[in-house]
């Protein structure tokens, strides 16, 4: 099995072309699955646990015979948690401290309430409130991730949410011990044996057994995440994600065979992952192309590997590392590693990433795992205008006003004027009505 | 002409459904509408320029040679500005310094970078930077408002937002001196007399006179939402907005006048907003009925105010302040004024609202223009899970990891033991090969 990620050079004529359409993704809508979700989103919303409990038997052969068949309790978590190895726990357990330990950081940098008063006495701020209740999805199957139940469930611990309700589907009753552990480790109020389009509308419109959310996050499959699209506005979602990605800037001082591993470490994700590497030296391209030759045979993944390099790798030589830094700025990945031996020379001239990866220590793994940030993080060039996963997602604000009788006379004949202008006299005679004139 | 909100109390037999029913309003979604936003979209994404001009002369009746003749140039802005009466010109500096003070004070608390190290030298935190380019759109015709060019550009300007591209249509050609105005006080970067789904589609896709942004804000008709959550994924949205709301937590203490003329002031904007008061004083109650039929016949949109409340008005007579603050937490409104003589009592009770607008003084009108926190609020109870438009919505968030060699050791073992428990081999590797012992 050979992996051979396209070959392209920023001074090829057809470089721009190439590069492209190596980058294309679009997420393909099927109308057949838009369909689908629609009905099942209105049966669950009609019908509530009885639908619940029919599509989970259809769709996942789980047969129950009532509500209590597909909820898992506290000491089914704890149990899962028990049952495990020791370096399982130890390990789980320190990845929870580190990154519950960063999102309070990021809490105290970025989510506190604040305010300040005018010299009139006027008061003017925001106040930073967690949501109520939170939906957490967590796919079953291949893609079960302990690591995504911590990196969902734990900002919304830290933002204060009240009780956090995790949705995960078991096919044929599989249960996946790790991810029941870290829903123990993470502290997840509720927990249901519940997945697809189903398990969306039951936390989005609540049945008589699983508590309407206000918000929903985690990944999901085609249908899952054609649901989150559906309910939004009902509650709140994060991100729909696309293919994993990582961009690899290497100066050429990172031993190649680190940098071949991070590439496979992000293409055994599947098939359409997309890894890239660019680089300003050919010679250590040729390395990093030899150590993947070398590595490739020996990954339990290659096969997958092989198949997301192949179709959507790319090894690019750039002319220079800051030409690397603009064309990952028009790439704006979702995992940025800096290999280099200055990474802090290269990291203010980034402006678009999820996260960025600074120094050849700090390989992609140890961030998905346990370096602190989340894991969770905008795919597809999405980085452009969207944020990781963080606390702020289980938070709101509201904005607070208390004007003084003096800041009602300077406002009032601020907001009468523009009030008047806009046609809206009910807006300034409620202004008017302020002034101590009036 | 008469305005008689429906009259509730808490202790009737019949409260809780009477009042679920007044709360309802759903968004129809209209598949006609759908199915033609969907053709616009892909016919601008085609065709570019041609297809917004024809689009713009087919709906707004606007007749040019070239999209030259769709651009208002900065002189065009400023002329506009430079020929309103002085005392518009200067409301609306006003509003506009005071809307970007507030907003710098936002900035502070809240959107700044920042970092810690661990004791082995690794670094965690996170990169705040702006959007490169943002489009903002202005509806034109009955709802054109300048403060809304004031809140939806000023948080970009003081986010630090390169280019700010804003649309307003100008259906026959009508422009609307204020908002040019107010496009040149915010310094709107472009301004294209475009509107509805093909301003969105010429801003999502970018045309060849167009700049395709990152983010487009701001309200619209049905197209435009519509447009808007089409495009959710390709670039960035606000919220999409449902009708205006106000509730009014009131003790008794505030002259019923004014709370009568602030319900009106929500009920101007169109038959569909929604204006209720919370009181435990039936004697009150009495008295802003009163009010509100003295003070009716005077209002020149008397007609839409009465329509308003008689459709989706309410005053609920509630046993307690405090039972008051538990209803108005089950709304979520987009506006909540407590207007009483000790708000600082109540504000703390008061979890989820898009602005709280605190003591008899403080009418939400004058928060709508200019006391400085923005007038873009959540609507339709989603303030349960989403914040009023901000700095915040203009800028996007960057992990930042850099794992010292000590760290390596640390982090390694832990990301290697998850990585092998959830089948990603090379995660594993990629962290066991930066091992000292390896």
Redesign the interface.
């Known amino acids: 099995m050979k992996a051979t990620p396209l070959l392209l050079c920023t001074t090829d004529a057809d470089f721009e072309a190439r590069f492209q359409q190596r980058l294309h993704w679009s997420?393909a809508t099927d109308a057949a699955i838009e369909q689908r979700v629609a009905e099942i989103l209105a049966d669950v919303r009609a019908r509530g646990d009885a639908a619940v409990i029919e599509y989970t038997q259809r769709f996942d052969g789980l047969q129950v015979e009532g509500m209590a068949g597909l909820e898992l309790k506290q000491d089914e978590l704890k149990a899962a948690f028990d049952g495990l190895p020791e370096?399982?726990r130890?390990?789980?357990q320190?990845?929870a401290a580190?990154v519950r330990r960063?999102h309070e950081?990021?809490k105290r940098?970025?989510?506190?309430s604040?305010s300040?008063r005018d010299e009139d006495g006027?008061?003017?701020g925001?106040?930073?409130?967690p949501?109520?209740r939170v939906g957490i999805y967590v796919p079953g199957g291949k893609a079960a991730?302990?690591?995504s139940v911590l990196m969902n469930a734990l900002p919304a611990h830290v933002a204060g949410v009240g009780e956090i309700i995790m949705v995960v589907p078991t096919p044929r009753g599989e249960r996946n011990a790790?991810v029941l552990a870290a829903a123990y480790v993470a502290g997840v109020t509720r927990a249901f044996t519940i997945g697809g389009a189903q398990a969306v509308a039951a936390l989005a419109y609540g049945t008589a057994t699983i508590p309407k959310v206000?918000?929903i996050t985690g990944p999901g499959n085609a249908y899952v995440a054609s649901a989150k699209k559906h309910v939004?506005?009902t509650?709140?979602i994060d991100m729909?994600a696309g293919p994993s990605e990582i961009l690899v800037l290497a100066d050429g001082s990172t031993?190649p065979?680190?940098v071949a591993?991070?590439l496979?470490?992000q293409?055994?994700?599947d098939e359409l992952a997309q890894s890239i590497l660019l680089c300003p030296d050919a010679a250590y391209i040729e390395a990093v192309q030899a150590s993947i030759d070398r590595l490739l045979p020996e990954?339990?993944?290659a096969e997958i590997?092989a198949k997301s390099l192949n179709g959507r790798g790319a090894l690019i030589l750039t002319r220079s590392m800051e030409e690397a830094c603009a064309i990952s700025n028009r790439i704006a990945p979702e995992h940025?590693e800096v290999s280099s031996s200055e990474?802090?020379r290269w990291?203010p001239l980034?402006?678009?990433?999820?996260?960025?990866?600074?120094?050849?220590?700090?390989?992609?793994?140890?961030?998905?795992?346990?370096?602190?940030?989340?894991h969770v993080?905008?795919t597809?060039g999405?980085?452009?205008?969207?944020?990781?996963l963080?606390v702020?997602d289980f938070q709101?604000?509201?904005?607070?006003?208390?004007?003084?009788?003096q800041?009602?006379q300077t406002?009032?004949?601020?907001?009468s004027?523009?009030?008047h202008?806009?046609?809206?006299?009910?807006?300034?005679?409620?202004?008017e009505?302020?002034l101590a004139s009036s």
């Not at 940098?109 to 506190?112: F, T």
């Not at 925001?126 to 409130?129: A, D, E, I, R």
């Not at 999405?382 to 990781?388: D, E, I, K, L, V």
């Open positions: 997420a370096v399982q130890e390990a789980l320190a990845a580190r960063y950081a990021q940098a970025s989510g506190e604040w300040y006027t008061l003017l925001q106040k930073v409130t949501l109520d991730y302990p690591s790790l206000d918000k939004f506005g509650v709140g729909i031993p065979d680190w591993m991070d496979f470490s293409a055994e994700h990954m339990p993944r590997i940025l990474p802090m990291e980034l402006r678009h990433a999820g996260a960025i990866f600074l120094g050849a220590y700090t390989s992609e793994s140890l961030g998905d795992y346990c370096a602190g940030p989340n993080l905008p597809s999405t980085a452009r205008f969207s944020s990781p963080g702020y709101k604000r509201s904005s607070l006003i208390e004007v003084s009788e800041g009602a406002l009032g004949r601020i907001a004027v523009i009030a202008g806009e046609g809206l006299q009910a807006h300034a005679r409620a202004a009505m302020r």
